[in-house]
């Protein structure tokens, strides 16, 4: 049972839905000293397993992130960058509250921009707050109540998994051993960006809170050749969904490991009656037809990022490998003031971790 509180200084939806609620103006904001309160992590976490069904909303947990809190409501996780807010996924909250605690959230900071939204949220964004919501990626998800591996789409997977299994490869769930670490750091090293992990847009493989993970191994021999972990998706209290959002593998076993441990786990997740798996979000991978509420040049502007990009990150691999479970892709967008965002763009590719 969610403990909100409704004090009498909430902003209430009546406020905002019937114009009495207006942003503040710059003198007023510059003379409110008072902090927002703060959620305690336990009441973060309660409001994630009732409202974290975006594929993303687990990582929102990752260390640097900030949150703007509206006790009785939810909260957005964001980061901070050259005097700009950049929020990440959607907002925390029941679907009818996101337009209230948006607009709170819009008072506090003015200089804001949104990435990774769902398209509701994108159209929201558009509708009542005037910004452009460009696509930024898309999701795929799998219906696992109709999933099989048949199909001659599906040949590679089907090669992939038959493969392993003549080589011996065995699968275990749980926790390894440190050497989960050391297959990533070689991993890391074999990357388009090497050294480090890209932050923000994925979250780290080592977080401090990671209750309800779901952690696969693949073993050859005893050697670890490659692990995938899953993290939960959220609605009213319960795990409706999982999403891959880290995976690394051994460059000694180069047979479609990605492919094996996915469909293990999908096998157990269809057991377990999980109706459905997102593969998560491939970034960049845009549709060719365009929103009006998009910005034409910014779109275009990721379209060649994409295309000619592919030293910085994997754009369209990691979409291709995704594309090979045929499952059913989402928009995701940024929402920004400007047509151009350019120093927001600037800040996001920083947070990212890209240099």
């Not at 995976?247 to 094996?260: K, P, V």
């Not at 989402?330 to 971790?353: D, E, T, W, Y």
Request: glycine share 6%.
């Amino acid at each position: 049972m969610l403990m909100f509180d409704f004090s009498s200084k909430s902003i209430h939806s009546s406020d905002v839905l019937q114009g009495a609620y207006r942003l503040p103006s710059r003198a007023k904001r510059v003379n409110s000293r008072v902090e927002p309160a703060q959620f305690t992590f336990d009441q973060r976490i309660e409001y994630l397993r009732a409202y974290g069904g975006h594929c993303m909303s687990y990582s929102l947990l990752q260390p640097g992130m900030e949150y703007f809190d509206m006790p009785g409501k939810g909260f957005i996780g964001y980061r901070s960058k050259w005097g700009a807010k950049i929020a990440l996924a959607d907002p925390v909250c029941d679907e009818k509250d996101r337009e209230l605690l948006i607009e709170a959230f819009m008072t506090r900071f003015r200089n804001v921009g949104f990435v990774q939204v769902t398209e509701p949220v994108a159209e929201l964004m558009n509708q009542r707050f005037g910004y452009y919501a460009t696509q930024f990626g898309i999701e795929t998800v799998v219906d696992l109540e109709s999933w099989t591996m048949s199909g001659k789409k599906k040949q590679v997977l089907r090669t992939a998994v038959n493969q392993s299994r003549k080589k011996g490869v065995v699968i275990r769930e749980g926790c390894d051993n440190t050497s989960y670490r050391e297959l990533s750091e070689k991993w890391i090293g074999t990357r388009k960006i090497k050294n480090r992990e890209i932050g923000f847009l994925i979250r780290p493989m080592e977080m401090p809170y990671q209750a309800e993970t779901r952690k696969f191994f693949a073993y050859l021999n005893d050697e670890l050749v490659g692990f995938i972990f899953f993290d939960p998706v959220y609605k009213d209290g319960q795990i409706i969904s999982y999403v891959p959002n880290i995976s690394r593998f051994s460059h000694s076993f180069r047979q479609g490991i990605f492919y094996t441990l996915i469909v293990h786990a999908m096998e157990k997740f269809q057991a377990e009656g999980f109706k459905e798996l997102s593969l998560g979000l491939s970034i960049l991978i845009l549709h060719d037809d365009d929103r009006p509420y998009e910005s034409l040049i910014l779109k275009n502007i990721e379209r060649l990022i994409c295309r000619y990009g592919n030293f910085i990150y994997n754009f369209k691999g990691i979409d291709f490998t995704k594309s090979r479970f045929q499952g059913q892709t989402n928009r995701f967008f940024c929402a920004h003031k400007r047509a151009l965002p350019a120093v927001k763009l600037i800040s996001l590719v920083k947070l990212a971790n890209v240099f």
